[in-house]
């Protein structure tokens, strides 16, 4: 049997596959500390029956390099308790004789939805995520992007909304574009969620300001031919249009690739499932 889990920061689903390689059955729970987490996830799992393959698809920052001494670690999280944490060496003393793969929750988006979504049959994507936290995965001449570690769109410097004097919330940096534009950042600058602000609202303006530069960086780094934002804050009514019309108008007509589409920045297929199922597809690996 064919598993997956997403780990997220907020939270964290475990599921089966059927035969088809669909979701057979999910369960979705809170992510607490590392162990009650992980041990919430196993048991589901013994629960359904014998699973051979388990892809796990993790919040970062995350060790995913087989090469490195740390693999299968969580890095320099701000998340209580997980720092260190050694995510595959947990898993495989409570799944014995289970096959573990291990990428970012995002890079098994933007694996996903290659294969199955909304960018199926490109060979150059990005997937950016924007929820309690940034981050981006990467589909780069048609394999996932991995580097030293894995990349870190997130921590991205970018300039300041000329109205904008909030100091920004990342603990490491304060104003990078996590620091700026995350789930975490609209409720500490506004006081209130992104589904508690209306579409017409500046609000909106400020964070499609913050995400077209970062998007405008990508482009000057990987040239993707499609861009899919996904996460709980880009659910907002309008955000994918609102990012796309602050990124042209930034861009200043010098990109051809987005004189090539009618729309650059969409909304992900698979939507809240993109995770999972390329949790399944490096289960497959
Ligand atoms: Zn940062």
């Not at 669909?22 to 996830?41: D, G, H, K, M, W």
């Not at 793969?101 to 994507?125: I, M, P, Y």
């Not at 570690?149 to 970018?158: P, S």
Request: glycine share 12%; aromatic share 8%.
């Amino acid at each position: 049997m064919l598993a997956g889990i997403e780990l997220g920061g907020t939270k964290t689903v475990v599921a089966v596959a059927d035969v088809d390689g669909s979701i057979a059955e999910q369960y979705r729970f809170p992510t607490t500390y590392p162990e009650e987490t992980l041990n919430v996830a196993t048991q589901w799992l013994k629960q359904r029956g014998r699973v051979t393959r388990l892809g796990v698809a993790a919040f970062g920052p995350v060790s995913v390099n087989k090469a490195r001494a740390d693999y299968g670690q969580i890095l320099t999280t701000p998340k209580v308790g997980w720092v260190g944490y050694d995510l595959v060496a947990h898993l495989e003393a409570s799944l014995t004789g289970v096959s573990i793969v291990l990428d970012t929750d995002v890079n098994a988006a933007v694996f996903a939805e290659v294969r199955l979504g909304v960018a199926r049959g490109l060979e150059n994507v990005a997937y950016i995520t924007i929820g309690t936290g940034v981050g981006a995965g990467f589909v780069v001449d048609g394999s996932v992007l991995h580097g030293a570690i894995h990349a870190e769109f997130g921590h991205l410097r970018v300039p300041k909304h000329p109205k904008d004097d909030f100091e920004g919330v990342c603990p490491f940096h304060g104003d990078c574009l996590e620091g700026l534009a995350s789930g975490t950042a609209i409720r500490s600058r506004w006081g209130k969620g992104g589904h508690e602000i209306a579409a017409a609202d500046k609000a909106w303006d400020v964070e499609a300001w913050y995400l077209a530069h970062g998007v405008q960086a990508i482009m000057a780094v990987t040239s993707p031919s499609l861009v899919i934002v996904g996460g709980g804050v880009s659910q907002a009514l309008g955000f994918h249009a609102k990012v796309e019309s602050m990124l042209r108008e930034l861009a200043g007509g010098y990109f051809p690739v987005l004189e090539e589409v009618k729309q650059y920045i969409v909304a992900p297929a698979l939507g809240q499932n993109a995770g999972i199922y390329g949790a399944f597809l490096l289960a497959q690996q």
